[in-house]
């Protein structure tokens, strides 16, 4: 099943330190579920409905064709490792969305 993403999440390892993904509304539950069961620190929602972008449609087709889509209550956290490319293209969308 492919995903489909309209939403920035900046998530907090449990080292403290941060990164940036782009999610939907499966996949901040899960992440919530992760916070709540020190997976992760914690995740926290930046921006909701972000415009579609070829920046966008690229992350999204990246991560669909690496990585399955998890059940909710997946006992871990799943962190999606992106190529040099792929993570220009993130930086991106942080930017047309001015968080970066």
């Known amino acids: 099943m492919q995903e489909t993403?309209?939403?920035?999440?900046?998530?907090?390892?449990?080292?403290?330190s941060i990164y940036y993904e782009?999610?939907?509304?499966?996949?901040?539950g899960r992440a919530e579920y992760a916070a709540d069961h020190g997976f992760i620190k914690q995740v926290r929602i930046l921006k909701i409905n972000i415009p579609r972008s070829k920046h966008v449609e690229?992350?999204?087709?990246?991560?669909?064709?690496?990585?399955?889509?998890?059940?909710?209550?997946?006992?871990g956290w799943q962190e999606?490792?992106?190529?040099?490319?792929?993570?220009?293209?993130?930086?991106q969308i942080l930017l047309d969305n001015k968080l970066g």
Do not use: C
């Not at 782009?22 to 901040?28: A, F, R, S, Y």
């Open 58 to 75: 690229r992350v999204e087709a990246y991560i669909n064709e690496n990585y399955e889509k998890l059940p909710l209550e997946y006992d």
């Open 5 to 16: 993403f309209d939403m920035i999440e900046e998530i907090t390892r449990d080292d403290g």
């Open 22 to 28: 782009l999610g939907n509304i499966t996949h901040n």
């Open 80 to 91: 999606w490792k992106k190529s040099p490319e792929i993570q220009q293209e993130l930086d």
